[in-house]
């Protein structure tokens, strides 16, 4: 290559070394150091007087606060920090699965309570249902209609056997402070307890043994009123029906 | 303070000793941030610029290699590139030539041996200063702005023509100066 051909090329290099020339320029300029070891030469020393411009200014420091910024970036502030926020997740996220299993356990053992409640009830009206059905079935059993306002209903009685059973729909709705009491009564008129009714309110009827203490031939009706949920010794309330046989 | 030069040092850094890494910092932030602030202008986008140069000589420090120049220059070098690509985004110019990767465009860097860093940065100071004003300003919009020789003859409303004999000139001048140094 002779001098001649060489000058577009090295009137370049200076501003190449300075990273002005254009990017055509550029990329002709590369593809000709390629094969030209004496513009390369060149190419060298003008870098080096570029790097020099690096060089032109007194130190200055910046704030001291960023090499403390940048001292956070580092590793080991990264992991002196990180570990606190991921042990005191950690912390928080077990704290909530523990409350969460605690509820969960609470919910479950009510859940498991009601059931047995259910349970219980079922088992307790079908037990009555099956004794009135027995009762039924027995020719000797007398039944006595009751009829009071909303109050529809049977009394199942069997005085051979002493048994007697209540079937019942449409009791009024009363008070968690109240129950309703069912009373045997004798002919002078006194009122024995026999029992205190406590219906479900998603029952449509009710079969509710009596609880005979004494021989059913002793009384000569059975009444029901409404007492206190402790239930009383004599009626204080409300009647809701009264049967004599 | 330590007794380790920068070799030593910047090997350390590679190995992810921090210390290191700090004494690296206190020794040339000052060099930095000075080149960081002279492009930027800006202190705090300067500061972010320089926290930056830091950053790439941590995670960068085991691709330097002391045969092809001083570590100093290989950070400036790194800082420039920066500042001008922090400087492009800020003005949202365009990507230039030379904005390559500072580790990949990073050729042959002087040693610089010979002057002490103080009377280094005089020398250059000194033979800035003696250029013509019209040298001076292709040479700061060139390599301190990242201009082109055309976006140069744009800014300044010159034939391009007058760009390029101006800063070929300013640099034949600086060449001569320094010796080729």
């Known amino acids: 290559m002779t001098y001649y051909q060489h000058v577009p090329f090295r009137e370049n290099i200076p501003a190449y070394a300075l990273g002005a020339l254009d990017a055509e320029e550029a990329a002709a300029l590369e593809s000709h150091l390629r094969t030209c070891e004496s513009c390369r030469d060149e190419l060298d020393t003008y870098r080096a007087t570029s790097e020099n411009l690096l060089m032109g200014f007194p130190p200055r420091n910046p704030s001291a606060a960023l090499r403390r910024q940048l001292q956070r970036r580092l590793p080991s502030e990264q992991r002196a920090v990180r570990p606190r926020l991921h042990w005191s997740f950690s912390r928080v996220a077990m704290g909530i699965a523990i409350l969460l299993l605690l509820a969960l356990n609470v919910f479950s053992i009510t859940q498991v309570q009601a059931l047995q409640r259910q349970q219980d009830q079922l088992i307790s009206q079908m037990q009555n249902g099956q004794m009135a059905l027995e009762m039924l079935s027995y020719s000797n059993t007398q039944t006595f209609r009751i009829n009071e306002g909303n109050t529809r209903g049977s009394l199942l009685l069997d005085k051979e056997y002493n048994n007697a059973v209540l079937i019942l729909r449409g009791l009024p709705a009363i008070p968690a402070n109240q129950t309703y009491q069912i009373w045997l009564i004798s002919p002078n008129q006194d009122r024995v307890s026999a029992g205190l009714l406590r219906p479900q309110t998603d029952q449509p009827f009710i079969v509710e043994p009596i609880h005979v203490t004494q021989d059913l031939v002793n009384f000569v009706g059975v009444g029901m009123t409404v007492e206190p949920a402790a239930g009383s010794d004599h009626p204080t309330g409300m009647q809701i029906f009264r049967i004599d046989f | ?181």
């Open chain 2, 1 to 181: 303070m330590t007794d380790l030069d920068d070799n030593q040092l910047v090997a350390r850094v590679a190995q992810g000793e921090e210390w290191a890494f700090l004494a690296l910092y206190d020794r040339y932030v000052g060099r930095v941030h000075t080149l960081t602030l002279r492009i930027l202008g800006e202190p705090m986008l300067a500061e972010e610029a320089t926290q930056d140069t830091f950053l790439k000589l941590w995670s960068r420090a085991r691709f330097y290699l002391a045969e092809r120049g001083s570590l100093l220059l290989w950070l400036l070098t790194i800082a420039r590139r920066t500042a001008l690509d922090r400087l492009r985004l800020e003005t949202r110019r365009p990507t230039l030539s030379d904005s390559k990767d500072p580790t990949e465009a990073w050729q042959t860097i002087p040693d610089g041996e010979g002057l002490p860093d103080e009377n280094r940065w005089r020398s250059v100071r000194f033979a800035l200063d003696a250029l013509s004003p019209e040298h001076r300003q292709v040479i700061e919009l060139a390599y301190y702005q990242g201009l082109s020789q055309s976006e140069i003859a744009e800014v300044l409303g010159w034939p391009l023509g007058t760009v390029k004999t101006r800063l070929r000139s300013a640099m034949e001048h600086l060449r001569q100066e320094w010796g080729g140094r």
